[in-house]
């Protein structure tokens, strides 16, 4: 009898803990809470970095396509979000990097390892700009001394070497199967002086979703860029990186200690790199006039100096240049 009495309890345990994540997913202004989507934007990690903060986790999404996940981007954290939503790591099988900037890859590696772990036999594609197969060799050189101990004590039949993959692609559409097309274009996020190691060499991209029902854009990490604004044309959703004003920027780096251990040409190269290579609210709402996008979904958020991490001013800000709704993301929602 008591037994039986447990099994119940940790059924009522399982099952509330599906009703609260279901709880903190979110439907887009104006749908009625019982419509779905077969394509389905969680959004598991809404932090921009590089540093990591309590509260919400570094870069990373969710697309559910006919019940397929495509994972974009792998920021700290994005491991423990998709534990949170019940993901049934055995079934990921592609993921797409917009750049290689450690907020968004920083979680790449422990993502890797559960997949493995989990028991996934069946292939892992990894794609993005250049610099993406350098990092997944790396990380599958830290994979592989888990992976041989797991082999010679039986756990494990398959070498992580044989499971994932790493794919430098250029712009185009770059992967395409019976759920989605997904197409890129470089952004304006990467401006590097000729001479500097990566010169020529790495590239950052925004990705397009067409999916059955709805098309996605996710712009990565970007300042002002022509292509993204076409890239994003008509699209349903554009799901869009923001930053916060240059005074707010240098008082969260001078309150974290950051800003005091730069040189003042790394404290210039900062400040020029906020204000060219990450959008503003106004440019995300030019951008999204322009695209003539149906939603803005802003994630990508800095550390706010509001303790209540309200981002309400972002919204309205970036109303002014665009019409449509404004929706500001958190980790777990969906949309």
């Known amino acids: ?22 709880r903190s997913w979110a439907q887009p202004s104006g749908a009625a809470p019982s419509q779905r989507f077969a394509t389905r934007l969680i959004t598991l990690g809404t932090r921009a970095g590089p540093n990591p903060t ?30 949170k939503l019940g993901t049934n790591f055995r079934t990921i099988e592609n993921i797409f990097i917009t750049h290689p900037h450690s907020d968004h890859t920083n979680g ?31 990380l599958l050189q830290f994979l592989a001394v888990n992976s041989e101990i797991r082999i010679s004590d039986g756990t494990k039949i398959v070498p992580a070497n044989n499971i994932f993959s790493g794919h430098d692609t250029g ?15 470089e952004n304006t996020h990467f401006h590097f002086q000729p001479g500097s190691p990566g010169y020529g060499k790495y590239r950052s991209y925004a990705y397009r979703f067409d999916g059955p029902d709805r098309s996605i854009v996710f ?25 916060s004003s240059i005074d707010d920027y240098k008082e969260q780096q001078i309150k974290s200690g950051r800003w005091q251990s730069m040189t003042p040409e790394q404290q210039a190269g900062s400040i020029r790199h906020m204000t060219e290579e990450h ?19 802003l994630t990508h958020l800095p550390a706010s100096p509001d ?27 969906e949309f």
């Not at 039986?4 to 009703?19: E, M, Y």
């Not at 770059?174 to 274009?185: C, E, G, L, S």
């Open 108 to 138: 790449l590696g422990a993502l890797m390892s559960v997949v493995y772990d989990a028991n996934r036999t069946g292939p892992v594609n990894i794609y993005g700009p250049p610099g993406t197969l350098a990092s997944v060799q790396g």
């Open 279 to 297: 959008l503003m609210t106004e440019e995300v709402g030019k951008m999204a006039g322009r695209a003539a996008v149906k939603t803005v979904v």
């Open 171 to 185: 712009a185009g559409t770059i992967f395409q199967d019976a759920n989605i097309k997904v197409t890129a274009v």
């Open 219 to 243: 712009t990565g990490d970007t300042g002002p860029s022509e292509a993204v604004a076409a890239l994003a044309k008509g699209a349903d959703l554009l799901v869009s990186e923001v930053t």
């Open 307 to 333: 303790p209540k991490d309200d981002y309400g001013r972002f919204a309205e800000e970036v109303k002014t240049q665009f019409s449509g709704p404004v929706l500001i993301a958190n980790d777990l929602m």
């Open 1 to 22: 009898m008591q037994t039986s009495w447990s099994l119940r309890a940790a059924g009522l345990v399982a099952v509330a803990a599906v009703l609260l994540v279901g």
């Open 54 to 83: 309590i509260g919400r986790a570094q870069s990373s999404n969710l697309l559910i396509v006919n019940g397929t996940p495509y994972v974009i981007d792998a920021g700290d954290g994005v491991t423990r979000r998709l534990t």
